[in-house]
Nanobody, 124 residues
Framework: VQLQASGGGLVQAGDSLRLSCVAS????????VGWFRQAPGKERELIAR????????DYADSVKGRFTISRDNAKNAVYLEMSSLNPEDTAVYSC??????????????????WGQGTQVTVSS
């Protein structure tokens, strides 16, 4: 499965942004999907993940209440709605997919399919 992430950009603190992750195959709908981010000098962080149906999602504490992950399996797509952005959200954001069941898909090494990453920069 090939993943294409898009939607990043340069925004100001307090702004919102929507990231998209579109897959090349319908089999995408059978995968758990996660959004990760990596800031300079920091480890890659799983910030949100969603199960195959879209009925369950989980968030890192750093984004809980501000970010929302969703998916549209008819479009082979997963989205990340980001609001109340602050400079600490500046990072490269990547989507990834795994056949690991949702509950266990918590670390980057469990995800076998990755998009190319999209830069999000939040200015103060």
């Amino acid at each position: 499965v090939q993943l294409q992430a898009s939607g990043g950009g340069l925004v100001q603190a307090g702004d919102s942004l929507r990231l998209s992750c579109v897959a090349s195959e319908r089999s995408f709908r059978s995968y758990t999907v996660g959004w990760f981010r990596q800031a300079p000098g920091k480890e890659r962080e799983l910030i949100a993940r969603i199960n195959r149906s879209g009925g369950s999602a989980d968030y890192a504490d750093s984004v809980k209440g501000r970010f929302t992950i969703s998916r549209d399996n008819a479009k082979n797509a997963v989205y990340l709605e980001m609001s109340s952005l602050n400079p600490e959200d500046t990072a490269v954001y990547s989507c990834a997919a795994t056949s690991t069941i949702y509950i266990g898909a918590t670390t980057p090494d469990q995800y076998g399919y990755w998009g190319q990453g999209t830069q999000v920069t939040v200015s103060s």
